[in-house]
């Protein structure tokens, strides 16, 4: 996507019709007032911007933009020289990423959430080690690269201490794809402890995907891809009364986090606004971005939920009824290609996708002369979640001289090879471990007073995640399979994700589930304070991979919830390390 700030009716007028074509006429002294523009609402679904590796290689500069609102909110933009924001990083198993970032934020607005942030430390001096320092403040940024298997070392994927400042030098992150990586969506954002939630929600975030889906489900073949990455914001017209469509909802209750609470009707005012690659839905009406296809045909959508906070439940709908979205691939693995005896394809008219998570699905768009609507039905999140309610988030236009999306998946394709290891929901756990969430209120007696949040192994004592912390919550062996109990003791929601691995769900309360198929991201149900026993997740997780070797983070993926200590630290040891110590 092009810059386009908005100066003159003429000059919007010839921006937007410009956008799609990649183009913005807009000078540099006008495009300086605000780095990261964004379409109005209504506009048609732009694609982000393709950097494809070459000959092995892909190298970008990007910087990382802040822009202050005049309501007071922070925009945050991942910028090419070219002003295009949040490219999309295309590479194969192999291939070279070589990435250098500038800190370019201004912003001293931008939040930090939970009691813990409030004892953020400063940025050290000039002469810190980005690799090292640990540094953070709102102008501290660095990047995760979510989903992939890629070392946690500083200029990989590490982000416990490495940090830049808006003073250091572009940042370089080099690293390789590695060889078994599932071709599928994955995606990079900022990672800064006590600040995620402010840079995430302000917009830094974008799509990196492993190419290659096509060799593992040769349905795919051919079609036309399309990346929408779904992001969260702050509402932009938080005083407005519900759309007169809507039936009669209670009154607007805001929870510790300054959100609208989930206020169990599915209706409302939402805790945020969403947007789809940057186009705003805003409450109350939800105009829809457009999406036009040609009648009938079938694409790929890659989709990204990018929110800050907001689970999606996502349904296409022709004349109100849900139609089959073919799922390929869950956080990056496609569903057919991780050993397990799933089939190519699942077919589903909904689909749950958690704060961080991805789902690959082929679309078949409407029929001539007919519309689609593409939306998010409520999610319940609990009596001390947010909001969620039902909304568009875009309509689907069938017109025969409709513009394919740029990117087409190569029409034959060799086989991918089958993984090297067993299927994970083959291997027996180690062993067991039991964690869960929890949240305490400074003052019990008073809702409104600050929360801690934890995630907490069991038998620990309970505490907030400290960034200054050198030893680790849990010790794994690499080369080993454990089984995650995971239980949820508080009364909303949390999106459980761990850095490096990707595991497999294998019962819900109790009950098994054995999907076939991989996540990196799962949703943990809430408790509803009349339950017998706390919630529960069972996941089988898998740190074969030598990749896994290091230290890194497991934490909540409501980044409110991480900021505010929903975070722990696990060190993977080399096997033989491990059996060398006494
Ligand atoms: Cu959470």
Redesign the pocket.
Known sequence: MRRCAAVTLPQVLLCVAVWSLGACPLSAGQLATDPCPRPAPGSALPEPEDLRSRDGVLRLDLSERSHTEADGSTRYCYLLADGAQSPTLRLHPGDLLILKLKNALTAATAGADGPHAAHAHAAAGSAADPCSSGAMTATSTNLHFHGLTVPAVCHQDEVLRTSIQPHDPPFEYRFRIPLNEPPGLYWYHPHIHGFSKAQVLGGASGALIIEGIERANHELAGLPERVLIIRDQDLLHPGAAPAKSEPVVPKVLIDRDGDSANNGTGFGQPAKDLSLNFVPVPYPDYPPASIRMRPAERQLWRVLNASAITYLNLALLFRRVPQQLGVVAIDGVPINANGSPAPAIEWSDHIGVPPGGRVEFIVTAPPLGEQGLLVTRTVDTGQGGENDPNRALASIIAAANAPEPRSILPDSAEQLARPALPWLGSVSPARVRRLY?SEKLEDPANPNSATTFFLTVEGQTPAPFDPTATSANIVVKQGDVEDWIIENRSTEL??FHIHQIHFLLMDWSGIPINEPFLRDTVNVPYFSGKMLKYPSVRLRMDFRDRNSIGTFVYH?H?LE?EDGG?MGIIRVEPADAIEASP
């Open positions: 969430f949390h999106a909540c409501l919830h929903m």
